[in-house]
T-cell receptor
Framework: NAGVTQTPKFQVLKTGQSMTLQCAQD?????MYWYRQDPGMGLRLIYYSASEGTTDKGEVPNGYNVSRLNKREFSLRLESAAPSQTSVYFC?????????????????FGPGTRLTVL | RKEVEQDPGPFNVPEGATVAFNCTYSNSASQSFFWYRQDCRKEPKLLMSVYSSGNEDGRFTAQLNRASQYISLLIRDSKLSDSATYLCVVNGDTGTASKLTFGTGTRLQVTL
């Protein structure tokens, strides 16, 4: 199993350009997430998808859109990149609570995408 | 006030030392607690969950104090390979998605 994979690993954009970050997981997880990590800020949730067909905003959604393409894939799109979006982006996935009521909270992270916007 | 606050780093300790990290959280309704480890320029990985009664995994011991909203991580007999950033993580969401709030992390450097 590859776990959570992300492409690309590195990207440099000019202000105003658009791009899509791809994420896929092969663990049959229901929930997927996009985070950004900036120095001194910790990881901040951008968007998440509790299950296939649903998406919700996280803490810092402005300037981003997401698509839950299927159960495996969750993409993050920057329509018009800005220098403030220079960051490391992590995708993660987790099981959601099962019918037994147990809450599966461990999130498994991809290797990250380092994005620089000039 | 930040939702999850951690000791500022870095902690520089010699190999074999015992080191403790502390973390406080502001949401009293938080349900689950974790320590994640993040190596330089890598993704975070779960180190251990934290249970109310406290739990131990080898050289690592985690404690939770709900009344004080305080979490700790103790590392005994530090190894060079323990050098990393340790993230305190809290989940306050009871819905179907696991919405985690991350602390900014405490960096540990273990030296010879």
């Amino acid at each position: 199993n590859a776990g959570v994979t992300q492409t690309p690993k590195f990207q440099v954009l000019k202000t105003g350009q658009s791009m899509t970050l791809q994420c896929a997981q092969d663990m049959n997880h229901n929930s997927m997430y996009w985070y950004r990590q900036d120095p001194g800020m910790g990881l901040r949730l951008i968007y998440y998808s509790a299950s296939e067909g649903t998406t919700d905003k996280g803490e810092v959604p402005n300037g981003y859109n997401v698509s839950r393409l299927n159960k495996r894939e969750f993409s993050l799109r920057l329509e018009s990149a800005a220098p403030s979006q220079t960051s490391v982006y992590f995708c993660a996935s987790s099981l959601s609570p099962g019918t037994s009521g147990r809450s599966y909270n461990e999130q498994f992270f991809g290797p990250g995408t380092r994005l620089t916007v000039l | 006030r930040k939702e999850v606050e951690q000791d500022p780093g870095p902690f520089n300790v010699p190999e074999g030392a015992t080191v403790a990290f502390n973390c406080t959280y502001s949401n009293s309704a938080s349900q689950s607690f974790f320590w994640y480890r993040q190596d330089c320029r890598k993704e975070p990985k779960l180190l251990m969950s934290v249970y109310s009664s406290g739990n131990e995994d080898g050289r690592f011991t985690a404690q939770l104090n709900r009344a004080s909203q305080y979490i700790s991580l103790l590392i005994r007999d530090s190894k060079l390979s323990d050098s990393a950033t340790y993230l305190c993580v809290v989940n306050g969401d009871t819905g179907t998605a696991s919405k985690l709030t991350f602390g900014t992390g405490t960096r540990l450097q273990v030296t010879l």
